[in-house]
Nanobody
Framework: QVQLEESGGGLVQAGGSLRLSCTAS????????LSWFRQAPGKEREFVAA????????YYEDSVKGRFTFSRNNAKNTAYLQMNGLRPEDTAVYYC?????????????????WGQGTQVTVSS
Protein backbone atom coordinates (compact mmCIF):
# COMPACT_ATOMS: atom_id res chain seq x y z
CA GLN A 1 0.00 0.00 0.00
CA VAL A 2 1.44 3.32 -1.03
CA GLN A 3 2.29 5.88 1.61
CA LEU A 4 2.49 9.54 0.74
CA GLU A 5 4.86 12.04 2.32
CA GLU A 6 4.93 15.80 1.92
CA SER A 7 7.93 18.08 2.33
CA GLY A 8 8.98 21.61 1.53
CA GLY A 9 6.81 23.60 3.88
CA GLY A 10 8.12 26.47 5.92
CA LEU A 11 7.85 30.13 6.85
CA VAL A 12 7.90 32.70 4.08
CA GLN A 13 7.01 36.37 3.73
CA ALA A 14 4.04 37.49 1.69
CA GLY A 15 4.91 37.50 -1.98
CA GLY A 16 7.45 34.74 -1.55
CA SER A 17 7.58 31.23 -2.96
CA LEU A 18 7.74 27.66 -1.75
CA ARG A 19 7.81 24.33 -3.53
CA LEU A 20 6.08 21.43 -1.88
CA SER A 21 6.93 17.86 -2.79
CA CYS A 22 4.86 14.71 -2.51
CA THR A 23 6.71 11.42 -2.63
CA ALA A 24 5.59 7.84 -2.32
CA SER A 25 6.94 4.85 -0.46
CA UNK A 26 5.73 1.29 -0.62
CA UNK A 27 4.58 1.81 -4.17
CA UNK A 28 4.69 4.03 -7.20
CA UNK A 29 2.88 7.30 -7.76
CA UNK A 30 2.43 6.47 -11.43
CA UNK A 31 -1.02 4.94 -11.11
CA UNK A 32 -2.41 7.58 -8.76
CA UNK A 33 -4.17 10.79 -9.49
CA LEU A 34 -2.97 13.34 -6.95
CA SER A 35 -4.37 16.37 -5.24
CA TRP A 36 -3.29 18.93 -2.69
CA PHE A 37 -5.62 19.97 0.08
CA ARG A 38 -4.97 22.44 2.86
CA GLN A 39 -6.40 23.01 6.29
CA ALA A 40 -6.09 26.22 8.26
CA PRO A 41 -6.76 26.32 12.02
CA GLY A 42 -10.46 26.15 12.76
CA LYS A 43 -11.37 25.51 9.13
CA GLU A 44 -12.29 22.48 7.08
CA ARG A 45 -9.83 20.81 4.77
CA GLU A 46 -10.16 22.40 1.33
CA PHE A 47 -9.16 21.42 -2.19
CA VAL A 48 -6.21 23.32 -3.67
CA ALA A 49 -5.08 21.58 -6.85
CA ALA A 50 -5.20 18.26 -8.69
CA UNK A 51 -3.27 16.46 -11.39
CA UNK A 52 -4.12 13.29 -13.25
CA UNK A 53 -1.88 10.23 -13.23
CA UNK A 54 0.10 11.19 -16.33
CA UNK A 55 0.33 14.89 -15.61
CA UNK A 56 -1.74 16.02 -18.59
CA UNK A 57 -4.72 17.54 -16.78
CA UNK A 58 -4.50 19.94 -13.87
CA TYR A 59 -7.18 21.66 -11.82
CA TYR A 60 -6.93 24.56 -9.39
CA GLU A 61 -9.08 26.23 -6.81
CA ASP A 62 -9.86 29.76 -7.97
CA SER A 63 -7.82 31.58 -5.33
CA VAL A 64 -4.58 29.84 -6.36
CA LYS A 65 -4.98 29.95 -10.14
CA GLY A 66 -2.07 31.76 -11.73
CA ARG A 67 0.00 31.49 -8.53
CA PHE A 68 0.32 27.73 -7.92
CA THR A 69 1.52 25.11 -10.38
CA PHE A 70 1.07 21.39 -9.87
CA SER A 71 3.39 19.06 -11.74
CA ARG A 72 4.73 15.55 -11.43
CA ASN A 73 7.74 13.50 -12.44
CA ASN A 74 6.68 9.87 -12.38
CA ALA A 75 10.21 8.71 -13.12
CA LYS A 76 11.26 10.31 -9.81
CA ASN A 77 8.10 9.17 -8.05
CA THR A 78 7.52 12.76 -6.99
CA ALA A 79 4.93 15.48 -7.49
CA TYR A 80 5.48 19.18 -6.91
CA LEU A 81 3.34 22.13 -5.96
CA GLN A 82 5.13 25.35 -6.87
CA MET A 83 3.58 28.19 -4.91
CA ASN A 84 4.39 31.75 -5.94
CA GLY A 85 2.95 35.03 -4.78
CA LEU A 86 2.09 33.57 -1.40
CA ARG A 87 -0.42 35.39 0.76
CA PRO A 88 -1.11 35.21 4.50
CA GLU A 89 -4.40 33.48 3.72
CA ASP A 90 -2.43 30.60 2.18
CA THR A 91 -1.22 29.70 5.66
CA ALA A 92 -2.28 26.12 6.41
CA VAL A 93 -1.15 22.55 6.68
CA TYR A 94 -0.90 21.20 3.14
CA TYR A 95 -1.74 17.57 2.45
CA CYS A 96 -1.02 15.40 -0.55
CA UNK A 97 -3.85 13.03 -1.43
CA UNK A 98 -3.95 10.18 -3.92
CA UNK A 99 -6.59 8.04 -5.53
CA UNK A 100 -6.69 5.62 -8.44
CA UNK A 101 -10.10 6.72 -9.70
CA UNK A 102 -10.78 10.23 -8.45
CA UNK A 103 -9.00 12.81 -10.58
CA UNK A 104 -10.41 15.92 -8.90
CA UNK A 105 -12.89 16.29 -6.09
CA UNK A 106 -13.79 18.99 -3.59
CA UNK A 107 -14.36 16.30 -1.01
CA UNK A 108 -11.53 14.82 1.02
CA UNK A 109 -13.49 11.59 1.53
CA UNK A 110 -13.10 10.79 -2.16
CA UNK A 111 -9.38 10.16 -1.73
CA UNK A 112 -8.00 6.91 -0.32
CA UNK A 113 -4.43 7.92 0.49
CA TRP A 114 -3.09 10.84 2.47
CA GLY A 115 0.22 12.14 3.72
CA GLN A 116 0.81 13.60 7.17
CA GLY A 117 0.93 17.18 5.94
CA THR A 118 3.47 19.97 5.86
CA GLN A 119 3.03 23.39 7.46
CA VAL A 120 3.09 26.49 5.29
CA THR A 121 3.13 29.83 7.09
CA VAL A 122 3.04 33.13 5.24
CA SER A 123 3.78 36.25 7.23
CA SER A 124 2.44 39.67 6.29
Amino acid sequence: QVQLEESGGGLVQAGGSLRLSCTASGGTLTTYNLSWFRQAPGKEREFVAAIDWDGIKTYYEDSVKGRFTFSRNNAKNTAYLQMNGLRPEDTAVYYCAGDKTTVQSWFADDYDYWGQGTQVTVSS
